[in-house]
């Protein structure tokens, strides 16, 4: 008994020896944000911005850029220009500046995914311009720009219009079969960051984007909405300025997938939408139920018009963002749909829209 | 056993008493009688209506002989039997040629008050006192039943402490009473002075940080203990009953549970395992992420909590044992002085050192409010012997969590828990009813049911008669 607790102890002790895994709070520096550019030759251009704790300090954050030719190698850069030891435990963004995003982002995906203090959260974002400089900007009264995208990113995937793609969705959707990745594009607009639409990926190059006033089209083809906003522009399938705005929006998308005669696939989507109307600025009386189906009509029709328009440029880009492939691959043999090039066989689908919009109510005060 | 042969007489009762001062001898010459007893431990009132104005009254010696043969006076015939007759508050009547104990009992004592280390808000407030009588007269006055039976048996070489076993026949299972009966006399020490302390000679593991049997000083927790089929030990000259079997989770219900509202019970029992689990693991834990799991920090606490470190000059186990340390000083400070001056310690220890410590950049603010809720959350806990001893697990699991991280945490709750299944109360098992299962008393361990659900009593007492209540319908 003795023997056992003098060893315990001794393990103890001895053990505390190895503790150099030690990660101390103030001693760190705290990755906040990394942006990815292309830099000459292969190399790249690393940004990493590092909160700064001491609440005297008149800087809110450091920016440490290095260039290099891995990301890896980056951290090792930067820790020699600090006091600080350099972790990615705390990191919530990556900027990838927009000639690398077209050139292919996995192999930096991928080192972060392979990193296990790096969760899956991360929010991943494509930044029209140079992200490094982006980042190294400063935005007042944002003390901390990787800070202020991050919550400004969080907010607008809160409300629908732009998803926020994280690291998981990004190796989830990249990896899949049937699906292609999509993240958010910002871009420095002088004294604010704005968010101008949407990336759309082929593989994991940018092909297409989306832009924001589509953003909601997209989103409403992309999956089921719960709680957004939405304002629909009547103007280009009326020929007047009509603007409806709904809010407490809800829709559901459906995809059915048949094979016609020759071969081909023909993809319905469903999409229906309701919300009560908070704006109209048109001419008709919404107290009159006949009017009412009119305008729901009108604004059915928009919708079509428009996601057949945005899936028709889909086409031509070979991105298959919003996922037929998943259906497609569920109507074949595993066989059939690996024998079959779904990139190459996309633009050739037949893609039909139905939307069906329904005014809950209208008149409310806010 | 030689001392029995020897001829007992009035010299041999003195010389045996021999420089004890206390000793009162009285002599009435007309009847040729002699008395000896201790004046501090018998009744005055007693002894003059028993002794001395019968004594007295005698005018001849065959008075005296005929008032003998009344039954208060019992004959002794050997010396051992009067000294201790006489320790125990009787007094001796030396009578020509024969000796009678008359037991006039009756020592001073504090009289009932309300506990200070036990106190509710509602319910009933009387607490037990210094004497095994008293204290045994709150319990029959609860439970008028002529089943309640009391076993006597004394305790301590030298100090020869009264120790009253009660139980309810019928419900108490008479094995339990006959194993505690067995331990109890198997106690070779020379004093035992308090239920505490024998209720240490009476635990399955000695060794072990945690108080195997349920002491409390309130007698309506020990009648509805006895209820239930538990069984309670009385020591004299001390305010601690024992009762035995118990549970680890009997330590974390409180009588007046059962007193207010059962929705009001159930809420406060789950806070006192919510205050288990801070107390335990809130100041570890801070250490653990600190030191080594900065990922786990929410982005929104994590600059807060960095600015709070960030003038700390050391490392965060040796910041929280600092802390710590602190507040057990501050609570044995409190405890030893008396209420008036523990107020002033509370206020310095509080604003001075908290505030203080933190401006000063020896601690973070983080760390103070974890330590105070960790403090706090420990006297939460009704049992006191029960929170103290967690107060001292608490500084193991920070020293392992400031080595190994959430790693050390895991490893020191997972020793704990090993050890308590290792533990039982009077050969049954400490973590009834979790290990072994029994679903059947949830619902009075986790939550307080309300009574019409709380038809059984608790498995572990084994008791012949399991049914408390029948079920109303």
């Known amino acids: 008994m003795v023997n056992k607790i003098a060893g315990m102890l001794m ?125 190294a900007a400063e935005h007042k009264p944002h003390a901390d720009t990787g800070r202020y995208i991050t919550h400004l990113l969080e907010k607008e995937a809160a409300g629908n219009n732009i998803p926020a793609t994280t690291l998981y969705e990004f190796s989830r959707d990249y990896n899949d079969d049937g699906i292609d990745v999509i993240a958010p594009i910002v871009a420095d607009g002088g004294s604010k960051v704005r968010v101008t639409g949407i990336a759309l990926f082929a593989g994991d190059r940018v092909v297409m984007r989306v832009p924001v006033k589509e953003g909601l089209i997209f989103a409403l083809c992309r999956g089921n909405l719960k709680r957004g906003e939405a ?36 993809v319905d989507l469903y999409v229906s939408l309701q919300g009560s109307v908070l704006d109209y600025t048109g001419e008709r009386t919404l107290r009159e139920e006949k009017d009412r189906h009119e305008l729901e009509k009108e604004l059915s029709l ?34 059939a749909w690996k024998a079959m090039d779904w990139r190459e066989t996309f633009p050739e689908v037949e893609v039909d829209c139905r939307a069906k919009v329904k005014i809950k109510d209208y008149g409310k005060y806010m | 056993m030689a001392e029995q042969h020897e001829r007992l007489s009035l010299e041999h009762i003195l010389h045996e008493f021999e420089d004890c001062a206390d000793l009162t001898r009285r002599n009435f010459p007309e009847i040729g009688a002699d008395i000896v007893y201790f004046s501090h431990t018998v009744d005055n009132l007693l002894l003059i209506n028993q002794v001395l104005d019968p004594l007295s009254a ?22 051992k039997t009067a000294v201790t007759g006489i320790l125990e508050g009787g007094v001796a009547v030396f009578a020509a040629d024969t000796v009678h104990l008359i037991d006039v009992y009756g020592p001073e004592a504090r009289s009932v008050s309300e506990s200070e280390t036990e106190s509710i808000i509602a319910g009933p407030h009387d607490a037990f006192v210094e004497s095994a009588t008293t204290n045994i007269s709150l319990i029959r ?75 409390t000083e309130r007698p309506d927790v020990s009648s509805s203990k006895l209820v239930s089929g538990k069984i309670l030990v009385l020591i004299d000259n001390s305010p601690t009953s024992i009762s035995a079997p118990a549970s680890f989770f009997e330590f974390f219900s409180s009588s007046d549970d059962y007193y207010e509202r059962w929705v009001l019970g159930t809420a406060l029992r ?11 693991t809130f100041t570890a834990l801070y250490v653990a992420v600190t030191t080594f799991h900065y990922e786990m920090i929410p982005e929104a606490l994590l600059l807060t909590l960095a600015e709070s470190r960030n003038r700390v000059p050391f490392p965060p186990v040796y910041e929280a044992l600092l802390m710590e340390f602190t507040i057990e000083l501050l609570r044995e400070a409190g405890a030893r002085l008396p209420t008036k001056v523990g107020q002033t310690i509370g206020i310095v220890g509080g604003i001075v050192i908290g505030q203080a410590a933190v401006q000063a950049g020896l601690t973070s603010n983080i760390l103070i409010i974890s330590v105070a809720s960790s403090a706090i959350a420990s006297f939460v806990i009704p049992n006191y012997l029960m929170s103290a001893s967690l107060r001292v697990i608490r500084f193991g699991i920070i020293i392992l969590a400031g080595i190994w991280g959430n790693m050390g945490l895991v490893i020191a709750i997972a020793v704990i828990v090993i050890h308590l299944c290792s533990l039982s109360s009077l050969g049954a098992s400490y973590l009834v009813p979790v290990a072994p299962m029994r679903g059947r008393d949830w619902k009075d361990v986790f939550i307080r049911a309300p009574f019409s659900l709380l038809l059984t009593r608790p498995t572990q007492n084994r008791t012949p008669n399991p049914i408390r209540q029948k079920n109303r319908k």
């Not at chain 2, 309810?168 to 094995?175: F, Q």
């Open chain 1, 11 to 135: 393990l103890v002790l001895l053990l505390t020896g190895c503790s150099t895994d030690q990660r101390i709070l103030d001693k760190l520096g705290m990755v906040q944000t990394i942006a990815l550019d292309q830099a000459d030759g292969d190399k790249l251009l690393v940004t990493a911005s590092i909160p700064v704790i001491d609440p005297n300090a008149e800087l809110k954050r450091e920016i440490l850029q290095a260039e290099t030719n891995s990301v890896k190698e980056a951290r090792l850069v930067f820790s020699r220009q600090t006091d600080l030891r350099m972790v990615s435990g705390q990191m919530r963004e990556l900027l990838f500046g927009i000639d690398l995003a077209e050139k292919g982002l996995w192999k930096y995906v991928e080192t972060q995914l392979r990193d296990p203090s790096v969760g899956f959260s991360v929010k991943l974002t494509v930044v029209d311009g140079k992200a490094g400089e982006l980042l």
């Open chain 1, 231 to 266: 304002a629909i522009n009547l103007g280009d399938t009326i020929g007047k300025p009509e603007v409806v705005v709904f809010s407490s929006v809800t829709s559901k998308r459906k995809v059915k997938v048949h094979r016609m005669q020759d071969g081909r696939f023909k």
């Open chain 1, 302 to 335: 928009s919708i079509e018009d428009k996601a057949e328009q945005l899936i028709r440029q889909m086409q031509q880009k070979k991105t298959d963002a919003l996922g037929f492939g998943q259906y497609v691959r569920g109507r074949l043999s595993y066989k």
């Open chain 2, 58 to 79: 005698l005018q001849r010696k065959k008075e005296l002989e005929q008032l003998l043969r009344e039954s208060q006076f019992v004959r002794v015939t050997d010396s």
């Open chain 2, 141 to 215: 006055r609860r439970i008028r039943s002529s089943h309640l039976k009391v076993i006597h048996c004394s305790v301590g070489e030298i100090s020869k402490t009264d120790v009253y076993i009660l139980y309810i026949k019928d419900i108490a299972n008479l094995a339990y009473v006959q194993d505690l009966q067995q331990r109890i006399e198997r106690i070779e020490t020379d004093a035992i002075n308090d239920g505490g302390m024998l209720s240490q000679y009476l635990e399955d593991k000695q060794t072990s940080v945690f108080p195997q049997f349920l002491t």
């Open chain 2, 270 to 280: 789950l806070v006192r395992y919510v205050a288990l689990i801070i107390t335990l």
